[in-house]
């Protein structure tokens, strides 16, 4: 994902297959794995995690107005809508649904990778609990709050990176804002006390592998496609009936400009509609009926043309017989023995009667 693409290519890139192999995504899911064994067999985050929640007290749920407006941000209300509106606005742009399917798609597999992790751990709000796993009704590691604000923002940078206009200053100006709000959303979390530092930097770590699986993705989509396609087997008519029916509506068809004329038939010849009556006796009939007789292709004509001359026919310029005025060579009927003059250059036949 390097500056903009090309319509052509924002629409059909012929990659084949994921460009490069996962390599931070990997590390960091091996991270987030890590973190999880840790605090499973109690070891040092656990501690860590304790003193990080006590650099603040607990006041109360209702005593952070500010800090909780300010948490309203990294919320799937505020930033899904913002995602969505953003693809809606390239894909308008660029004429393909692509950017829609990828926003839409990604963060449904983000959501589904930060359930299945929270089912798994059971743990406690340091406002319910303690920080120890498999002990309490709540679900927090890892955090889905700082997971959706990287992947989200960071989505949408991406996108506009990729398939808007938007200069490198720009770029690097939204990218470290969108750092800066994923740190601003963890702090405010831990003074907060709604979650574990821990949990706060596993999700973090979830939300950054699924935007460079996302980004590959979207560079690979070609191979996706027919990856997908095979998957789905007898199913994909269905994938293409709802493509088929949400496309319109997301991207209208172009329309002729006033004016315009119709594209002409292949070679650049227009094709008359035979199929529309002719009006007899009225002057624009006259033309269309003269275009379409001239268009007919001619019957072949009864006599050929004139065949080519053997390559031994030759006019005369000099020599012997030079201007007796002998006819010159014609051909026969098959075009391959000429008639020479009698005696090839004596004198010509005398001509002979018929008596009858």
Not at 44 to 50: A, E, G
Not at 68 to 90: E, H, K, N, S, T
Not at 281 to 293: E, K, V
Not at 331 to 341: K, L, S, V
Request: proline fraction near 10%.
């Amino acid at each position: 994902m390097h500056g903009r693409v090309s319509e052509k290519n924002a629409r059909d890139e012929s990659t084949g297959a994921t460009p490069t192999f996962p390599v931070l995504a990997v590390v960091l899911f091996v991270g987030v794995l890590a973190i999880f064994a840790d605090l499973a067999r109690g070891g040092f985050l656990l501690s860590l995690d304790t003193h990080v929640s006590e650099i603040w007290k607990f006041r109360g749920p209702y005593d952070y107005p500010y800090a909780d407006a300010v948490d309203r941000i990294g919320q799937r209300l505020i930033c899904l809508p913002l995602l969505v509106i953003v693809a809606f606005y390239l894909c308008r742009r660029i004429r393909s649904i692509r950017p829609l399917v990828i926003a839409v798609g990604s963060t449904i597999a983000l959501n589904g990778v930060i359930g299945v992790l929270k089912l798994a751990s059971g743990r406690e709000s340091p406002r319910t609990g303690g920080p120890e796993l498999f002990v309490g009704d709540n679900v927090l590691f890892p955090s889905g709050h700082t997971a959706n604000t990287l992947f989200v923002y960071g989505l949408i940078v991406a996108l506009l990176v990729r398939y808007g206009s938007i200069s490198p200053p720009v770029r690097r100006l939204l990218w470290a804002l969108v750092a800066g709000i994923t740190v601003l959303m963890t702090v405010i979390s831990v003074y907060r006390h709604t979650h574990w530092f821990s949990d706060l930097v596993a999700g973090a770590m979830v939300g950054a592998a699924m935007l460079q699986l996302t980004l590959l993705v979207d560079l690979g989509w070609s191979g996706v496609r027919r990856w997908l396609r095979r998957l789905a087997g007898p199913t994909w008519v269905v994938v293409e009936w709802g493509v088929g029916l949400i496309r319109p509506r997301i991207v209208p068809p172009l329309k002729p400009e006033a004016g315009q004329p119709a594209t002409p038939a292949r070679g650049g010849d227009q094709q008359p509609d035979l199929s529309a009556p002719a009006h007899s006796g009225t002057p624009s009939s006259q033309p269309d009926a003269q275009m379409i007789q001239q268009q007919r292709p001619h019957p072949p004509r009864s006599q050929p043309t004139h065949p080519p001359t053997h390559p031994r026919t030759h006019v005369r310029t000099g020599g012997r017989g030079h201007g007796t005025g002998w006819p010159e060579p014609r051909a026969t009927d098959d075009g391959d023995n000429p008639q020479q003059g009698p005696g090839h250059g004596d004198r010509p036949a005398a001509r002979q009667h018929d008596p009858a």
